[in-house]
């Protein structure tokens, strides 16, 4: 059985006339860390939602560890954990008493499930006393992860916990994860920053309510057909510009220190590239054939 | 030599024993893309509030668009720009209402506000949809008109406060188009991000770690100092000194 199975799932809002689903369809296997990965606007929030029972989709079916969302939503309450992108604990609680309270809530102690949160907890331990309003934003997402975790739920939805949230955090917040993987935990994440996606066993490129790609992140990378340049010169702006006009260009992208370009002609080799920029009074001009990234590969998935 | 249009000398607050921002110095020039980098909880919104005007210093010297932070916090309101992500316009209002709205808060005077506002409807090629509300736009639209509202009144210098979080690829990069435009007509760009990918666009970048601003340099110059491929690096080696529990 898949741990969550999702089938032409649609959801509308009144208020803005927006769809925020569009008839998705996907499967989560268990014990599989499955990120959504896409910007704001794209329904991953309205997806956790209907998935946490807390909304109701306006057609289409999900069930979540066999579990109906709408006829068996007090099942589902149980056994899932939810962190969601908003800050939701008691800030005028300490951090102990947050945890001792969402523990209570589920019918269980801190003690018993202790050894699944000990890694994380540790970390924001010396500052059990303190309220969670008080807490810097590294420790208070720390602390709502163990809050999610404290009825040890066989699922974790979290909904954007790394927005906002600096690079190194980041980085230490996945390590976080790929600890609770290896204890069995099904997750499912979602993120607005591509990079993550690397990090996930499945990923959904998702936008404006619709799949795009649904693959391992490999298997997205590998989707991508056209050869891609990295350019560089020592002028990227004007590069830029130039690269744009080139009537040669079929998409050019600023990628941190270099350029992506691809080439309405697939035959067209890094000297054809290298030889249109001299023209241009381009130098220092390096071209690289590179391997794209999930980034590289959601732009050429978008639809605009 | 390309005037200065901000400049610090040991600029400090305290907030009873802790310093959130520690003796920072340092200059930006007119038209400079300046990135300002620093781990969550480092004193970036502590330090860009003081730059704003809106948070007086404990101690130091700084000065913004010509004013000083102590003395002329609100001549530095009225000559500077302010975006962010989060706070931009106001959804229920038409375009030109925003606009209006926002000129007006500047200071323009109607006759101004009204030949300004009309411009930027032409130059946007918002003619159509001027007087429909703003929640009607698509993302980037909504970005460009609020970064151009940002700029309405012909700041010197316009603060960017992580302007891409959550956005789509693309919207992303033409934000950066904008950032390049404005920054070639003069006007000084202050931007934070999250994303180390745009930290190699700037001019130089500034990275703040436990309140202090241990690194400044353009993108080259840092990844050079610090022997690393990428400004994620630089970041990471940095970021990683942090005392201080972000």
Redesign the interface.
């Known amino acids: 059985m898949n741990t969550v199975e999702i089938t032409n799932l649609k959801k509308s809002y009144a208020t803005n006339k927006v769809q925020a689903l569009q008839g998705i369809t996907f499967n989560v296997q268990p014990g599989e860390l499955f990120g959504l990965i896409g910007p704001d606007g794209a329904g991953k929030t309205t997806l956790f939602r209907i998935l946490t029972t807390l909304i109701i989709p306006d057609s289409g079916t999900a069930t979540v560890l066999g579990f109906d969302v709408v006829k068996d939503f007090k099942e589902i309450r149980k056994i899932v954990g939810y962190m969601p992108g908003k800050f939701s604990l008691y800030q005028d609680l300490t951090v102990e008493e947050n945890l001792e309270f969402f523990a209570t809530v589920f019918n269980t102690t801190v003690e018993e499930n202790y050894e699944l949160i000990k890694d994380i907890y540790i970390q924001i331990e010396p500052f059990k006393k303190r309220k969670a309003g008080k807490l810097s934003g590294g420790m208070k997402q720390k602390l709502a992860l163990c809050c999610a975790l404290i009825h040890k739920p066989e699922i974790l939805f979290l909904d954007e916990p790394t927005t906002g949230v600096d690079a190194v955090s980041r980085k230490e917040f996945w390590e976080m994860l790929q600890g609770l993987k290896v204890q069995g935990i099904t997750i499912l994440v979602s993120t607005p920053y591509m990079d993550e996606a690397s990090l996930c066993d499945r990923v959904a490129l998702i936008q404006k309510g619709e799949i795009l790609d649904l693959n391992t992140p490999q298997g997205i990378i590998e989707n991508y057909k056209k050869p891609l340049w990295a350019v560089r010169s020592d002028n990227m702006h004007r590069l830029l510009n130039d690269l744009r006009k080139y009537d040669q260009t079929d998409t050019c992208y600023a990628f941190g220190d270099t350029h992506h370009l691809t080439l309405k002609n697939s035959d067209m080799t890094a000297d054809d590239i290298e030889r249109h920029l001299q023209n241009e009074h381009h130098h220092y001009v390096e071209v690289n054939k590179i391997e794209p990234n999930i980034e590289d590969c959601f732009m050429a998935l978008m639809k605009i | 030599m390309e005037e200065t249009v901000i400049s610090t000398h040991k600029l400090t607050k305290r907030f009873g024993e802790f310093t959130a921002v520690d003796a920072i110095t340092f200059e930006v020039s007119q038209g400079e893309i300046f990135g300002f980098l ?4 480092a004193g970036k919104t502590t330090a860009m509030r003081m730059l704003c005007g809106l948070l007086s210093p404990t101690s130091g010297q700084a000065q913004v668009a010509g004013f000083d932070v102590f003395k002329q916090a609100e001549k530095i309101k009225q000559n500077i720009g302010y975006m962010s992500q989060k706070f931009s316009l106001y959804e229920d209002l038409t375009i030109r209402e925003n606009i209006q709205l926002y000129g007006g808060i500047y200071g323009l005077n109607n006759r101004d506000l009204k030949s300004k506002s009309e411009a930027l409807i032409q130059r946007l090629q918002l003619q159509e949809e001027s007087n429909k509300p703003v ?1 009607s736009l698509p ?1 980037g639209w909504k970005q460009k008109l609020a970064f151009s509202v940002a700029i309405l009144h012909e700041p010197k210098i316009v603060f960017l406060d ?1 302007p891409t ?7 992303r ?1 033409q934000f ?1 188009d904008l950032i ?1 435009e404005a920054a070639a007509e003069g006007i000084t760009v202050f931007v934070t991000t ?1 994303y ?2 745009e930290a ?2 700037c001019n130089r970048v500034s990275i703040m770690v436990d309140g202090r601003m241990d690194a400044l340099d353009s ?1 080259a110059g840092l990844k050079k100092t610090y022997q690393a491929n ?3 690096e630089v ?2 080696q940095l ?2 000194r942090a005392v201080r ?2």
């Open positions: 620093g781990a969550n909880g929640r993302l992580e979080g959550g956005v789509d690829p693309i919207t990069r950066w390049y999250h180390m990918d190699e666009y993108p990428s400004m994620d970041f990471v970021a990683r529990s972000g």
